[in-house]
């Protein structure tokens, strides 16, 4: 079993649609929780760490519930630049090594 | 936040030669960075983590001999493919973790440089 995975994808939307993407982590010792967006053929960058009260950028709400080791985000009112990969990340503590989901693709179109 | 750097962004080289990928982090230490590698429609996979001044952690699976990592300062980590082969066609990308001197802003945060493409012939 992957150590983190993500719904398979790919996810397609019109614009101002709300989507929401789901995580699973096996790693109960995982510290920090992040999402990171990748657009094609370029590194990862990132979008959010998550917490385990949850946390919201704009139109990005992040949840994490760490009895059932899931991670959630959540885009509202979906705008075509949104189009990109979208990566589950866990670490097992500060300044360790990245475990990455394999990705969900999202694509808005007008 | 903080910048990191690589390079060169693309290779393409024939079949037994050797490339070498720098990562350098421009405005911070990085104690230890790490360096990925991700195939097409895959995710990021762990190669090794680089520890400055001391031997790096390879993966399982990952040849030590193969992939050469030196990191010999506290802004510089290099790859270093031996013998490329077609089958080591792929994105690799290193991330830095800044040292706890620096750690500050940048808390529990690692940084990506833009990613070499490497293609061998």
């Known amino acids: 079993r992957k150590e983190v995975e993500q719904d398979p994808g790919p996810f397609n939307v019109p614009e101002g649609a709300t989507v929401a993407f789901n995580c699973t982590y096996s790693n109960s010792a995982s510290q920090s929780f992040f999402w990171y967006r990748q657009d094609c053929r370029k590194e990862p960058k990132l979008l959010m760490s998550v917490y385990s009260s949850g946390n919201e950028d704009g139109r990005f709400t992040a949840q994490l519930n760490r009895a059932s080791q899931y991670i959630s985000l959540l885009i509202r009112d979906s705008k075509l630049s949104d189009s990109a990969t979208y990566l589950c990340?866990?670490?097992?503590?500060?300044?360790?090594?990245?475990?990455f989901g394999k990705g969900t693709t999202l694509s808005v179109s007008s | 936040g903080a910048v990191v750097s690589q390079h060169p962004s693309r290779v393409i080289c024939k079949s037994g030669t050797s490339v070498k990928i720098e990562c350098r982090s421009l405005?911070?230490?990085?104690?230890?960075m790490f360096w990925y590698r991700q195939f097409p429609k895959q995710s990021l996979m762990l190669m090794a983590t680089s520890n400055e001044g001391s031997k790096a952690t390879y993966e399982q699976g990952v040849e030590k001999d193969k992939f050469l990592i030196n990191h010999a300062s506290l802004t510089l980590s290099t790859l270093t493919v031996t013998s490329a082969h077609p089958e080591d066609s792929s994105f690799y990308i290193c991330?830095?973790?800044?040292?706890?001197?620096?750690?500050?802003?940048?808390?529990?945060?690692?940084?990506f440089g833009p990613g070499t493409r490497l293609t061998v012939l």
């Open positions: 991330s830095a973790s800044p040292s706890h001197a620096s750690r500050g802003q940048f808390y529990n945060e690692q940084f």
């Open positions: 405005d911070f230490q990085a104690t230890t």
């Open positions: 990340v866990v670490s097992r503590q500060a300044g360790t090594a990245l475990i």
